[in-house]
């Protein structure tokens, strides 16, 4: 589908220039999404079956954004199978 008569021309002053990016008409979504959730997949897999219990040793505290829902920091206590 061609969107624009000269596609590889900058040009600023294009008008009606309904944007063509990736993930249009959704939240945004990085490109390394997928190799970010793989890696945390693996991590898990991995390190879950060496340890006998994971537990908090501290409080949670959540980052502040109307952007990102996250926490700051989770302190943990592992112990090893």
């Not at 220039?17 to 991590?43: M, Q, W, Y």
């Not at 879950?48 to 505290?61: F, H, K, M």
């Amino acid at each position: 589908m061609e969107v624009f008569t000269d596609p590889d021309e900058f040009d600023v002053a294009r008008a009606h220039n309904d944007h063509v990016r990736f993930g249009k008409g959704s939240p945004h979504l990085c490109l390394g999404n997928l190799l970010a959730r793989t890696e945390i997949r693996i991590l898990l897999e991995e390190l879950i079956p060496r340890l006998s219990s994971v537990r908090l040793t501290g409080e949670v505290p959540r980052v502040r954004s109307d952007f990102v829902n996250g926490i700051r920091h989770l302190p943990v206590g592992v112990t090893p199978e």
